[in-house]
């Protein structure tokens, strides 16, 4: 469990930085029962993944991944990160999306740099903070150049668009900050 000194640490990197790398969070025997229902899920959409591989695709998500296997449903308010959850976007919270993406073995997909809440009409994440956090969870260790998560430090207050997502130069800029999650961590 978090505790409060930790959960006030926590808080205020997201509220800073809009970002928070949780190392370990997920406890061993969940990381392995989400491990083996992934895999399960793989092989029960197997025609749709060699699909998708076969058409040239990078990835491909796996369909009502909440219905696959209730270790699933178990991650949505896991104990371990519930508490940070509520102090990021408050008392009202609601899942809105869930996917599962098994990568295909290649040359590495890195999505250029986006804002998730600029699809979303209306919204000004500078008055709006708290109005959107995805939880990224990690069943297996990833190496550098595996199109790991990257983070400009603060742009969760800027304009949604405030980023060229092709320049080509921005993923090594001093101004991002490059996470390398391991199995068992939770990037929020």
Known sequence: MISTDQLLDLTLQYNTQGFV???????RAMLEA????FDAAVDRHSA?????????KRFHDL????DA???FVDLVDLPQLFPLL????????????????????????TSPYHSDIARVSG???AYAPGFLAKAHFYLEDLAPNQGCLSFIPGSQHLPPLHVNPHRPTLAASGATVR??????????
């Not at 790398?21 to 406890?27: A, G």
């Not at 899942?95 to 073995?105: G, K, N, V, W, Y």
């Open 34 to 37: 989400a491990r083996g229902a």
């Open 21 to 27: 790398h949780l190392k370990q969070l997920l406890p």
């Open 179 to 188: 996470i390398v999650p391991r199995a068992g961590d939770v990037v929020l």
């Open 63 to 66: 369909p009502a991944i909440l």
């Open 48 to 56: 749709a993944t060699d699909q998708a591989r076969a058409s040239g």
């Open 123 to 125: 919204v000004d994440p």
């Open 86 to 109: 509520r102090a990021t976007v408050g008392e009202d919270i609601a899942l809105q999306e869930t996917s599962a993406r098994l990568f295909f073995p290649g040359p590495t997909f």
């Open 69 to 71: 296997d209730p270790v």
